[in-house]
């Protein structure tokens, strides 16, 4: 095992107990093998008392929201309403008003594109983005820039796959409105400096939105110590359920933005022509929201506090380098991204010769799920000039056994993908 990279200790984690909280783990895939799960980053494990959560809602007070009624539709309104407050807590924002429940973070980043971007974007306008993006943070401004005349610029990314700060300026101009950046790449698992951004950003006049699909779920995150506008992220990757994701933004400038959708829940007055809307949050939670998984979403937060943030932080460090220390010892395998102190519970690969969805593929033989494509960063791809990789990503109920696991059965796919040619 690698140094201690952490104040906070990790001898007391009991990763064997964290396990037995997800019920999935202890499966049995065809053949009788265990599963190792190590595609977190296309969605996390639920914990049971998530699981539970979401059948208890729909088991004692299923009802809809915010037109309570009767004793279900208050319950449901209450707990829902406790969630909002639990993300807020979660994040540091100012005011829960300020927490949008979306159906994920592609949501909230097309909620912001259309309902920021469609009514303030000018031409002549610029939006700056980079290219380790996921299309979730690139296809919407690209969109409403068309949409709009505005301008698209990318902060380069330096030859290891972090973005080229000392190169910052001569993209982030005065016609800069808004840097739209990730927290934590879904490929490379590079870790941005998000304060270091949103600082110059605003000294430009340009706003900041976070993509923290990847990044919430793994470590602390203060909207205020940052200074960013926007943050969007995803239930489902933050131990929740599918099906709902969280928009945060600045109290002036949702109110100064038009409602995403129209419909029920959203409106103050509706006349046959005309609609007065209502106020944030509910201006841009037109019709049904996902109630009970707002209310699971709730649920998983209490699940990673109980735990500790800075626990699975120190945890998943020392796993992410023991990953990378073995994965490097593979031979012909290639580690895209950044060295270790730079990134995340992410490690992408490819292995010379062999095409990452047969690499994948051979793995899962082996009970070992791991992703294989462009990961839907197909710009990011074409800078590196390779068309997919293999990418293990981790949570803190991975253990450096399961790493072994991926280390031996990269052997065993090598021997059979190289008889089949
Ligand atoms: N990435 C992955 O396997 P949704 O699908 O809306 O919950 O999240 C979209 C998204 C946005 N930004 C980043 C950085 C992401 O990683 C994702 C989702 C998954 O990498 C599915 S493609």
Avoid at 17 to 28: K, Q, S, T, Y
Avoid at 109 to 138: C, Q, S, T, Y
Avoid at 228 to 240: C, R
Wanted: glycine share 8%; hydrophobic share 40%.
């Amino acid at each position: 095992m690698g140094s201690e990279t952490s104040a906070v200790s990790v001898v007391d984690f009991d990763v064997a107990a964290v396990r037995r909280d997800f019920p999935i783990l202890a499966r049995r895939l065809p053949g009788d093998l265990p599963l190792v799960y190590l595609d977190t980053g296309a969605t996390s494990q639920k914990p049971a008392s998530v699981i539970a959560k979401t059948a208890e809602v729909y088991a004692q007070y299923n009802a809809n929201v915010h037109r309570g009624v009767h004793t279900l539709g208050d319950q449901v309104t209450s707990e829902m309403e406790e969630a909002r407050e639990k993300i807020r807590a979660l994040i540091n924002a100012p005011e829960v008003d300020e927490v949008i429940f979306t159906s994920g973070t592609t949501m909230s980043i097309n909620l912001v594109a259309r309902a920021w971007g469609g009514r303030f974007l000018k031409p002549g306008d610029e939006l700056l983005l980079n290219e380790m993006e996921h299309h979730a943070n690139l296809v919407p401004w690209q969109q409403i820039a068309n949409e709009r005349g505005a301008t698209l610029r990318f902060i380069p990314l330096t030859p290891d796959g972090r973005l080229d700060l000392e190169q910052l300026d001569s993209v982030l101009t005065d016609r800069t409105r808004l840097v739209a950046v990730t927290g934590m790449s879904n490929v490379l698992g590079t870790i941005n400096p998000i304060g270091e951004i949103a600082s110059r950003a605003r000294q430009r006049g340009a706003l900041t939105l976070v993509d923290g699909a990847q990044s919430v779920p793994h470590d602390t995150l203060d909207v205020q110590a940052l200074g960013i506008d926007f943050l969007a992220f995803s239930g489902h990757k933050l131990y929740g359920p599918t099906g709902v994701g969280v928009l945060w933004g600045k109290r002036e400038l949702l109110e100064s933005m038009d409602p995403f959708l129209g419909g029920g829940n959203m409106i103050r007055r509706v006349w046959k022509d005309r609609s007065d809307f209502g106020e944030i949050p509910a201006k841009f939670e037109a019709g049904t929201p996902p109630i009970a998984q707002a209310i699971g979403l709730g649920t998983a937060i209490d699940y990673v506090n109980h735990v500790g943030f800075a626990t699975i932080a120190a945890y998943e460090r020392k796993l992410t380098h023991y990953a990378y220390r073995r994965l490097s010892e593979v031979a012909g395998l290639r580690i895209l991204g950044p060295a270790e102190e730079h990134r995340g519970s992410i490690v992408s690969f490819v292995l010379e010769g062999l095409q990452a969805n047969d690499v994948s593929e051979v793995l899962d033989r082996k009970g070992i799920a791991v992703r294989a494509g462009h990961h839907c960063t197909m710009p990011l791809h074409d800078l590196l000039g390779i068309s997919a990789s293999v990418r293990a990503s981790l949570a803190f109920y991975n253990t450096n056994d399961e790493i072994d696991a991926l280390v031996d059965a990269l052997e065993y796919v090598r021997k059979v993908l190289t008889k089949r040619r």
